[in-house]
């Protein structure tokens, strides 16, 4: 299978978490949500609204403990105010 770059996926496939060929820095795998992951064809289904659960835990797996601090603190900070 071999989509054009507007068919990837809209939330991680550019994202910093992966390289340009979709697969995560950390974790070493692709997005499931990903139309170039190997069972992608068999699991996609358009009705369903919740695929973009599979990018997010695409992003959360790939970023680095700085990259989580980073991002938890900021968060932290945002709801104390």
Do not use: A
Request: glycine residues 4%; proline residues 2%; charged residues 35%.
């Amino acid at each position: 299978m071999n989509k054009s770059n507007e068919d990837k996926c809209s939330i991680c496939y550019n994202s910093q978490y992966g390289d340009k060929d979709g697969i995560g820095k950390m974790s070493k795998r692709m997005c499931l949500d990903n139309p170039e992951h190997p069972t992608y064809d068999e699991r996609y289904d358009c009705w369903d609204g919740l695929t973009y659960l599979d990018c997010w835990n695409f992003i959360r797996s790939n970023e680095t403990e700085e990259e989580w601090k980073s991002r938890v603190f900021k968060e932290n900070t945002k709801s104390q105010s």
